[in-house]
């Protein structure tokens, strides 16, 4: 049977029987999504839906020119990426005009986990050594090596007690909720650089420090001033490479920053980007320096069948194209301090909002019980998303607490929007749970 002409309690039961059920779904009892729309989601009952949450499609719902672009390309050709075509190149040169001069050299596949996985492969090529240092609370990819540099506790309830020897983790550098709190969360940077040397001193100099740029697992939280600067100095006095996982937060979404990295004025010497680089179409970048990227000749070639393919390089440039025609990193800008200033202000009157954390679009309330104990909220989180999906708005709870709403919509998203956004919170809040 067509899966839509199906009932909706049976098409979850042919969900699980033919999807894996270890794949984690939005909802209990979920819309069934039919179609997009900017930043709306219209279900097959023909409610329209606030989308809230869409990090990966930037541009919007169905937009027009992606589908004509990639459906013009898909008539005329697609292949794989040995073939000599000229978007492959036409992308290459527009990602690199947006980063600061060394890095020059593009490697194109198709998701965040792969580009982190090549990162890491292209720091051990370059460095002839294992040891990697990631922040805890993070996420960076499903793959062996990307999953082991992953201590995010809504990955693997274990994950810090269950790490390969050659990741070593920082704290969480959480100025809200971590040890050092507000002011004191300069001491982070310090102390993680710290830690770096006395691993250096003790015979493991990491190949590479790998980080999200801007604090995404936290809710869209900035790394604390000073944090980059002070860890990629002892990176580097070690020999190893400084990667930023752009993923999450490139690009354009901070509105401030075409990239994250930008926020703590750091050069990183390897940038992963997936996501918003496809608009939801399986596209992701690892962009670094030529000397660096040649090394991985050490450990063979490297290819990927889909990665840069027509259609994809087509896909990649449409959106560069969409969010300087349509303005939406400055959109991002204004709405979201637009959105942030409301979130602010429900933030007066309700005692369950701790924090707002983030810039532009990329957003996160925190819920606590207490104010000064912090208490995650985690019911409550989970019970104002269930009745802002009934008051048509799609949103979901984030951290490894599970009590951030996270906030990080399509570009496109409008002041209306925002304010519609922030009177449907306001409603679920009055109301309670
Ligand atoms: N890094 C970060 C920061 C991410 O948020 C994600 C996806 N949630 C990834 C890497 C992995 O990307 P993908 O799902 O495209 O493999």
Redesign the pocket.
């Known amino acids: 049977a067509v899966a839509e002409e199906t009932p909706p309690g049976d098409l979850l039961r042919r969900r699980d029987a033919s999807f894996a059920t270890v794949q984690e779904h939005y909802y209990a009892d979920p819309p069934r999504i039919e179609r997009g729309w900017r930043h709306h989601l219209v279900d097959t009952e023909g409610r329209a839906y606030l989308d809230m949450l869409n990090n990966v499609t930037v541009l919007g719902h169905g937009h027009p020119r992606l589908a004509e672009a990639v459906g013009r390309q898909w008539r005329l050709l697609n292949t794989n990426s040995r073939f000599h075509y000229g978007a492959v190149v036409e992308l290459s040169e527009r990602l690199t005009a947006t980063l600061p001069e060394p890095l020059d050299t593009v490697f194109l596949v198709n ?6 996985d090549l990162a890491l492969r292209i720091a051990w090529a370059w460095t002839g050594r294992r040891d990697v240092v990631a922040i805890r609370e ?5 793959s062996d090596a ?1 999953d082991a540099i992953s201590t995010s506790v809504a990955d693997n309830p274990d994950a810090l007690g269950t790490r390969p020897a050659w990741v070593h983790t920082l704290p969480a550098p959480n100025a809200y909720r971590g040890t050092h709190r507000g002011a004191d969360a300069v001491r982070y940077g310090p102390e993680a650089a710290g830690a770096i040397r006395e691993l250096t001193a003790g015979g493991r100099p990491p190949a590479a420090f790998i980080c ?1 740029p801007y604090y ?1 697992n936290a809710g869209g939280m900035p790394l604390p001033d000073g944090y980059l600067p002070a860890v990629y100095e002892a990176v580097r006095e070690a020999g190893g490479l400084c990667v930023a ?1 752009e ?3 490139g690009y354009g979404r901070l509105g401030e920053w075409f990239w994250g990295f930008e926020q703590q004025e750091v050069l990183p010497d390897i940038v ?1 980007v ?2 918003a680089m496809g608009n939801g179409h399986p596209l ?1 970048a690892v962009i670094t320096r030529r000397d660096i990227a040649e090394r991985y000749r050490s450990q063979g070639y490297f290819f990927s069948s889909a990665g840069g393919s027509p259609v994809s390089s087509v896909v990649g440039l449409t959106v560069l194209d969409v969010i300087r025609d349509e303005g939406l990193q400055e959109n991002a800008r204004t709405v979201g301090a637009h959105l942030r200033s409301r979130l602010l202000e429900l933030a007066d009157r309700h005692e369950l909002i701790g924090a707002v954390h983030g810039t532009g679009l990329y957003l996160g309330v925190e819920l606590v019980r207490d104010r000064r104990d912090l208490t995650p909220a985690v019911e409550e989180t989970a019970a104002i998303c269930e009745r802002l999906r009934e008051l048509g708005v799609i949103v979901q709870p984030t951290s490894d607490r599970l009590c951030v709403l996270k906030i990080k919509p399509p570009l496109c998203l409008t002041r209306e929007s925002a304010d519609f956004f922030a009177d449907m919170l306001d409603v679920a809040l009055t109301e309670g749970w």
């Not at 993070?138 to 499903?142: E, N, Q």
């Open positions: 998701s965040g986990t792969e580009a982190n993070a996420y960076h990819g499903w990307t999200e995404g996982d993923v999450q937060v992963t997936a996501k992701g």
